[in-house]
T-cell receptor
Framework: DARVTQTPRHKVTEMGQEVTMRCQPI?????VFWYRQTMMQGLELLAY????????DSGMPKDRFSAEMPDATLATLKIQPSEPRDSAVYFC??????????????????FGEGSRLTVL | GESVGLHLPTLSVQEGDNSIINCAYS??????FIWYKQESGKGPQFIID?????DKRQGQRVTVLLNKTVKHLSLQIAATQPGDSAVYFC????????????FGTGTRLKVLA
């Protein structure tokens, strides 16, 4: 049963510490997304990759957040230094997103269970 | 675990009745739409999608309707079951050629026994 795997599931850290979240996308998927979910903002797109290349990270605070895909089986989201306002659930999703000519994209996204981050 | 805003709209439905969850999207150029279901403590799960060249699509117990004139999307769940209790999100792809799905704020569905 293919699924997106995220680690850690829960992380409590102190302000100023580095946090790294990891994601193993579903094998064969060409697009990986990082979303953040909070009670007030809902689901926000932070960054996404296609075929491991970063396509857009405009939703991410650049000074402290970084996202990478060192290989096809691993995506990482790093926060350094972390702040209390970063407390949220971070979701990774992957999909086999296709473009059909001028008609645009189709593609179901498969989400992981999320990494719940609490920054004290 | 929490996954939605404090002021999340809530729809309460009697078990066995049909549910209709509505969503207004923002971008008239959006060409693809998805409905997701999120249960407490879990990630969103795909339910059904629809492209902008369609106005209706049916799945198993679910139907999505798209009204491009008023930028409105709805999800109909037939014979609602306790397992349908969750938060439902619509998502739009506002820019053809990109993958920047934008999620709505969500609606909580409560199924009453």
């Amino acid at each position: 049963d293919a699924r997106v795997t995220q680690t850690p599931r829960h992380k409590v850290t102190e302000m100023g510490q580095e946090v790294t979240m990891r994601c193993q996308p579903i094998l064969g998927h060409n697009t990986v997304f990082w979303y953040r979910q909070t009670m007030m903002q809902g689901l926000e797109l932070l960054a996404y990759f296609r075929n491991r290349a970063p396509l857009d990270d405009s939703g991410m605070p650049k000074d402290r957040f970084s996202a990478e895909m060192p290989d096809a089986t691993l995506a990482t989201l790093k926060i350094q230094p972390s702040e209390p306002r970063d407390s949220a659930v971070y979701f990774c999703a992957s999909g086999l997103v296709r473009t059909r000519g001028a008609r645009g994209n189709t593609g179901e996204l498969f989400f992981g269970e999320g990494s719940r981050l609490t920054v004290l | 675990g929490e996954s939605v805003g404090l002021h999340l709209p809530t729809l309460s439905v009697q078990e066995g009745d049909n549910s209709i969850i509505n969503c207004a999207y923002s971008n008239s150029a959006s060409d693809y739409f998805i409905w997701y279901k999120q249960e407490s403590g879990k990630g969103p799960q795909f339910i059904i999608d629809i492209r902008s060249n369609m106005d209706k699509r049916q799945g198993q117990r679910v139907t999505v309707l798209l009204n491009k004139t008023v930028k409105h999307l709805s999800l109909q769940i037939a014979a609602t079951q306790p397992g349908d209790s969750a938060v439902y999100f619509c998502a739009e792809n506002p820019s053809s050629g990109t993958y920047k799905y934008i999620f709505g704020t969500g609606t909580r569905l409560k199924v009453l026994a």
